[in-house]
């Protein structure tokens, strides 16, 4: 079936343009090639200048990381991506790295885009998406946890510039805030209870005029 189809196309195309078959198909390529040229000359078109702006975008280089020193928990969160302007970043042990590089997957939509403004390790040690494990809370991690959590954290610290890390707080316990007023109690007592003994010292040592008479 498809020899008749090609026997009668070569016909057709000797009764019609007076060619042979390759000399028909050697022509129409000449006028392909011709083409191109042309449209090349009068410049790209639409879409292609689309595509060269938006390859563009993509190509524009990173500016360099900003140091952040250390910051709390709740000013890391506002580097999750929601505003291009800012670097993107992302916690490890508390060690704060700039992710932004690699936007496409911690970046919004990307498929780790939970974890980026906080610190994820045990979410990363788990291999977790859940928002309890979006946390740096590493305690009750097993072995082969922490092991994952070494290898995730050696992999940024190879890649990823560090920023800064994340600020501690320390909570105030009940005997530090009690110590010093009891302190001061003690101080005060002596100051209270000095001037209280020394008359009554006073009045059974010093004799008094009518007991020297009797003398």
């Known amino acids: 079936m498809a020899l008749q189809l090609w026997e009668t196309l070569k016909e057709a195309i000797t009764v019609y343009t007076g060619l042979s078959p390759a000399a028909f ?6 006028l392909f090639a011709v083409y191109y040229v042309i449209s090349g000359l009068f410049g790209p078109s639409d879409q292609h200048l ?14 360099p990381p ?5 910051i709390t928990e709740e000013e890391l969160t506002q580097y999750d991506g929601a505003d291009p302007k800012k670097p993107l970043l992302m916690a490890i042990k508390g ?14 939509g990307g498929p780790y885009a939970l974890f980026a403004g906080k610190d994820a390790s045990r979410a990363l ?8 494990d979006l ?14 959590l070494q290898d995730w954290e050696y992999k940024f610290m190879s890649k990823y510039v560090k ?12 005997g530090a805030s009690n110590g010093e007023p009891a302190k001061a109690d003690n101080v005060a007592k002596p100051a209270e209870d000095g001037p209280s003994e020394s008359p009554a010292v006073k009045s059974e040592e010093t004799p008094t005029g009518d007991d020297a008479k009797n003398e």
């Open 135 to 148: 946390t740096g809370d590493i305690s009750g991690l097993g072995p082969f946890e922490l092991e994952a």
């Open 66 to 70: 900003v140091q952040l020193g250390e």
């Open 163 to 174: 920023v800064g890390t994340i600020k501690k707080t320390v909570p105030v316990t009940d």
């Open 95 to 108: 060690q704060i790295y700039d992710v932004s590089q690699s936007r496409m997957f911690y970046g919004p």
């Open 125 to 132: 040690a788990k291999m977790s998406f859940e928002d309890k």
């Open 25 to 30: 198909f050697t022509a129409l390529a000449l």
């Open 50 to 63: 689309h595509q060269e702006s938006r390859s563009s975008e993509h190509m524009q280089p990173l500016p």
